[in-house]
T-cell receptor, first 113, second 112 residues
Framework: KAGVTQTPRYLIKTRGQQVTLSCSPI?????VSWYQQTPGQGLQFLFE???????NKGNFPGRFSGRQFSNSRSEMNVSTLELGDSALYLC????????????FGEGSRLTVL | GENVEQHPSTLSVQEGDSAVIKCTYS??????FPWYKQELGKRPQLIID?????GEKKDQRIAVTLNKTAKHFSLHITETQPEDSAVYFC???????????FGKGTMLLVSP
């Protein structure tokens, strides 16, 4: 069974631009969560989607948004990029919302110049 | 919301020694406490978890203990090996809230 797949793996943007990251969960998993990982801050929760609905949202500005499609694939978008948005963005899937183990992807490393 | 504090931020041990990482949580309704290991450049992976109805769980060289009264839980690694070197994250989840809240991580360095 294929694991969680995130694309792109690496990307470089400049301030003010926007970016879209994609996540394909493990087959059969319906919940997708997104986390931002930065040195010293650990894994900070962005949002969670289940059955195309946002279940929970972390404490991030409205520039961060996401969505989930009927096939459970998810995308997150960051608009008007700032230098502080440089981070590793991790997607994780699970069978159901609030249930069991999270399976993480390799992440998308975003650098904002 | 839930807040998880993790200590220490870095831990250096000699091969064969034991390592202990401690976490505290704020929400007394939290009932699920996993630990994830992230090797350099790799994805975080679950290594062990514990639910609030038990006080201790072991899996070979790793164990987790939970003290619900004090709202803290710990990861114990015995007979450490160089391949145990990684960043370890603790997390907590409230039964009524689906999100996992993570600690800031502990970088464990095991020297041969």
């Amino acid at each position: 069974k294929a694991g969680v797949t995130q694309t792109p793996r690496y990307l470089i943007k400049t301030r003010g631009q926007q970016v879209t990251l994609s996540c394909s969960p493990i087959s059969g998993h319906r919940s997708v969560s997104w986390y931002q990982q930065t040195p010293g801050q650990g894994l900070q929760f962005l949002f969670e989607y289940f059955s195309e609905t946002q279940r929970n949202k972390g404490n991030f500005p409205g520039r961060f948004s996401g969505r989930q499609f009927s096939n459970s694939r998810s995308e997150m978008n960051v608009s008007t990029l700032e230098l502080g948005d440089s981070a590793l963005y991790l997607c994780a899937s699970s069978l159901a919302s609030g249930s069991g183990e999270l399976f993480f992807g390799e992440g998308s490393r975003l650098t904002v110049l | 919301g839930e807040n998880v504090e993790q200590h220490p931020s870095t831990l250096s041990v000699q091969e064969g020694d034991s390592a202990v990482i401690k976490c505290t949580y704020s929400d007394s309704a939290s009932n699920y406490f996993p630990w994830y290991k992230q090797e350099l450049g790799k994805r975080p992976q679950l290594i062990i978890d514990i639910r609030s109805n038990v006080g201790e769980k072991k899996d070979q060289r790793i164990a987790v203990t939970l003290n619900k009264t004090a709202k803290h839980f710990s990861l114990h690694i015995t007979e450490t090996q160089p391949e145990d070197s990684a960043v370890y994250f603790c997390a907590a989840r409230n039964s009524g809230y689906s999100t996992l809240t993570f600690g800031k991580g502990t970088m464990l360095l095991v020297s041969p």
